[in-house]
């Protein structure tokens, strides 16, 4: 017998949480559900959940910024498909929240149905968009060399630029992280010479750039 799917929903609205659970509730196999408010606990269910099937994962949570959250959780759980439920529909944020690795987009204002359509098929292994998407190349040269230079970060470097971008020490890194200050400062050297920067700040703010369109939105 096949075990139950086991579904984290990360968002900080319990109203929408609620729309996302009578969504999962519908589907076939009556999926297990694990709830998070805030990207810390989006995290820690990560963690908690090692064989969870998929997360979903709101862009505007307390914690984090933007799709730095997805870099972050893309890093430590490579094995977790992620699909960004947002408000920000625009198609450049769906671009390049798939650029960073996501499984799949849907927006807050798509029907049950299409959320259970958008699960499913992201469940079967399947990309999914919202319907009438087009997917182009990043049209800012800039955002499209910063995000090729994001994909050549280890997976610890993606997760200690993440943190670099919460406002964290060097120090407040390597306890989180279980490492030596000496092994962090490493990785920021290492950070700072593949984004093309020569400080912690600008690489923050580089950060900061791919997220400005949803921003914006």
Same mark, same amino acid.
């Given at each position: ?31 297990? %559900? ?149 092994? %962090? ?33």
């Amino acid at each position: 017998m096949a075990s139950a799917l086991t579904i984290i929903i990360a968002d900080d609205h319990p109203l929408f949480r609620g729309a996302l659970k009578q969504a999962l509730t519908g589907m076939a196999g009556n999926p297990d %559900i694990v709830e998070a408010g805030d990207f810390e606990a989006a995290r820690k269910a990560a963690a908690d959940h090692p064989n969870a099937d998929l997360m979903l994962l709101d862009l505007a949570m307390p914690g984090v910024s933007g799709l730095s959250g997805l870099i972050s959780l893309r890093a430590e759980f490579q094995s977790l498909p992620v699909v960004i439920v947002s408000a920000s529909d625009d198609p450049v944020t769906i671009r390049r929240a798939l650029d960073l690795g996501a499984s799949g987009f849907i927006s807050k204002s798509a029907s049950i149905e299409d959320i259970r359509e958008g699960i499913g098929s992201v469940l079967e292994g399947n990309i999914y968009t919202p319907g009438g998407y087009v997917r182009g190349p990043e049209q800012d040269s800039e955002v499209a060399d910063l995000i090729a230079r994001l994909r050549t970060l280890t997976p610890q470097q993606s997760r200690v630029l993440a943190m670099l971008a919460e406002g964290l020490l060097n120090k407040q890194i390597a306890y989180e992280l279980g490492v030596s200050e000496a092994t %962090i400062k490493a990785h920021v050297s290492a950070i700072l010479l593949k984004l093309n920067v020569d400080s912690r700040t600008q690489a923050v703010i580089q950060l900061g750039k791919i997220g400005s369109a949803q921003a914006a939105a």
